[in-house]
């Protein structure tokens, strides 16, 4: 059976885990296929290497687990272990809070057929047959992006919750208005970090979490965020703002092409 030595992260040895790195790579633009176009081929296998490292730290030593991880992080975003959309990932990688213990391996295979078959059923609401639930999601959140806001701070979790009924009614009810909520609240504090406050900053935010995963302002694929908050000593809060809506409609714009092409 093929295995990942945690002690080295190689998997069998050197360059099979060359091989396998620059086989996920070739898998996970299939998976997401705007990445090619955002991030160069070294950046790519970087972020294949700490899925690899990540998934270590939950006992996962076998390719199959730890192939799951990885495309977990890109179809879900690569903070899916700790994010509030999804707790029965968390469940699943962890005892009381306690990462696996590795070697194990019948206990990690239990562990990554309970993983896949929660997270079928979740992508199978989410994306829907053909990706066209996300795609449908991804044009109506660009409409809206044009549309007048209320100013009132008050109105923020409201109104979050109503765009996301609207824009992706199957994740909502899937994720459940209380997560949602939670998610809201890990926005606003998230935006306050980067001193923006506003309503509509932290709505384009949540809505990022939304679509991209509660940890997209880490998540080493989506490197535009980091970069729309970066010189925060230089650029004030409304600029980088303005900069992260910009990217985030380019983002939609160049996520929705590249689903189109790959149909």
């Known amino acids: 059976m093929l295995r990942i030595h945690a002690d080295q992260l190689a998997i069998f040895e050197h360059a099979a885990l060359h091989d396998f790195e620059e086989e996920m790579v070739e898998h996970c633009a299939v998976l997401s296929p705007w990445i090619e176009a955002a991030i160069d081929r070294g950046g790519q296998v970087a972020i294949v290497r700490a899925a690899i490292a990540r998934a270590a730290d939950y006992g996962f030593t076998l390719k ?29 990688l962890t005892r009381a809070g306690e990462t696996r213990p590795r070697g194990a391996d019948i206990e990690q295979m239990d562990c990554a057929a309970g993983l896949h078959g929660a997270a079928r059923d979740a992508l199978r609401v989410i994306r829907g047959p053909g990706d066209q639930a996300l795609c449908s999601a991804l044009r109506r959140f660009s409409d809206l992006m044009s549309r007048p806001l209320s100013s009132q701070r008050d109105d923020v979790t409201r109104m979050a919750l109503t765009r996301f009924k609207h824009v992706h009614p199957e994740k909502f009810a899937f994720v459940g208005e209380l997560a949602l909520r939670t998610l809201v609240a890990e926005a606003t504090e998230e935006a306050a970090r980067h001193g923006l406050d506003t309503p509509w900053d932290i709505l384009l935010l949540v809505s990022c979490m939304f679509l991209y995963g509660q940890g997209c302002t880490r998540d080493p694929s989506l490197p535009w965020i980091a970069h ?25 714009r160049d996520t929705l092409a590249a689903m189109e092409r790959n149909r």
Do not use: C, K, N
């Not at 799951?68 to 968390?90: M, N």
């Not at 010189?231 to 910009?246: I, M, N, V």
């Open 64 to 92: 199959g687990p730890v192939r799951l991880f990885i495309e977990l992080g890109f179809l879900l975003g690569h903070g899916f272990d700790a994010d509030v959309q999804y707790p029965w990932a968390r469940m699943l």
């Open 228 to 252: 729309a908050f970066a010189d925060e000593t230089s650029a004030s809060p409304a600029l980088r703002s303005l900069r992260f809506e910009e990217q985030m409609r380019r983002t939609i």
